[in-house]
């Protein structure tokens, strides 16, 4: 049984009140990478582009990751 992790960025961004712009002047990334990541289309994430937008957003990683648990061997 596996799971998979999925990026809560764009509720994040709404509870700050930022936009895609600003988080990505912030972090020093493209507003189309971060689009991906706030759209969950990647399959991973640099630690330090986490940092950066858990310093912008004033927020913790388990603030904008969340475990989903995969329920498809769940009545094995």
């Known amino acids: ?3 998979r992790i999925i990026l809560r960025l764009d509720r994040m ?6 936009s895609l712009g600003w988080l990505a ?3 020093g990334i493209t507003n189309v ?5 706030k759209n969950n289309r ?7 582009t986490l ?3 858990c310093d912008a ?3 913790s990683p388990g603030d904008i990751l969340e475990y ?3 329920d498809a061997g769940a009545d094995q």
Request: contains cysteine; aromatic residues 4%.
């Open 1 to 3: 049984m596996s799971g």
């Open 13 to 18: 961004m709404v509870e700050r009140g930022r």
């Open 25 to 27: 002047d912030q972090v």
């Open 33 to 37: 990478n971060l689009s991906k990541i």
């Open 42 to 48: 990647v399959s991973a994430i640099r630690f330090s």
């Open 51 to 53: 940092a950066a937008i």
């Open 57 to 59: 957003l004033e927020c």
């Open 68 to 70: 989903e648990k995969d």
